[in-house]
């Protein structure tokens, strides 16, 4: 079946302005997750959905950023005033159920700021 | 402050020069442990799930052993398609049901 998509695939911006990144997990997956990979670094944890429950925002690097998962599928993530220590490749994930399950990861978005 | 670290950074071999990755952990509670692999320019790809320490999982020319403070990756006979990073990652009791902590993987190279 289809895995996780992710759009864009690359998006170059200039410092200050908005960004919206898209993510659609596997059908019938109630668990998404964003996570960030920075050059050099470990994936960092963003943010995770479950059903209808509150996200879990504790992983927001600052207020510029937020997340939104629309009718318990499609997901934004929303960078705000972009900086340039922003650049990064966002990686989108989803699962059956949060917790143990393996996570299936998307191909990620390449953002650089300019 | 939990924590995961992957050694070496980076590993070379010859084909079939059999080896292992090193993911040693640091968490309160381990619920599970992760082993990816990523392709550069993809999302990682899932290997396995280790649950208890002496489990152990193979896959190919991949097995993935756990203890109580690490886990290894070991890789019997590698092909220069098993070229990739390799990563760890720790869920943890404590933490958020979502926030796998990942190290910063072992690139692996394999040459024929």
């Known amino acids: 079946g289809a895995g996780v998509s992710q759009s864009p695939s690359n998006k170059v911006t200039e410092k200050g302005k908005d960004v919206e990144l898209r993510c659609d997990p596997i059908?019938?997956?109630?668990?998404l997750y964003w996570y960030r990979q920075s050059l050099g670094q470990g994936l960092e944890f963003l943010i995770y959905?479950?059903?209808?429950?509150?996200?879990?925002k504790s992983g927001l690097p600052s207020d510029r950023f937020s997340a939104e998962r629309t009718g318990g599928s499609v997901s934004t993530l929303t960078i705000q005033r972009t900086q340039q220590e922003d650049s990064a490749v966002y990686l989108c994930a989803s699962s059956p159920i949060a917790g143990v399950n393996e996570q299936y990861f998307g191909p990620g978005t390449r953002l650089t700021v300019t | 402050e939990d924590q995961v670290t992957q050694s070496p950074e980076a590993l070379r071999l010859q084909e079939g020069e059999s080896s292992s990755l090193n993911c040693s952990y640091t968490v309160s509670g381990l619920r599970g442990l992760f082993w990816y692999r990523q392709d550069p320019g993809k999302g990682p790809e899932f290997l396995f799930t280790l649950y208890s320490a002496g489990e152990e999982k193979e896959k190919e020319r991949l097995k993935a052993t756990l203890t109580k403070k690490e886990s290894f990756l070991h890789i019997t006979a590698p092909k220069p398609e098993d070229s990739a990073t390799y990563l760890c990652a720790a869920l943890d009791y404590g933490g958020s049901q979502g926030n796998l902590i990942f190290g910063k993987g072992t690139k692996l190279s394999v040459k024929p």
């Open positions: 959905f479950q059903g209808n429950s509150a996200p879990d």
């Open positions: 059908s019938g997956h109630t668990a």
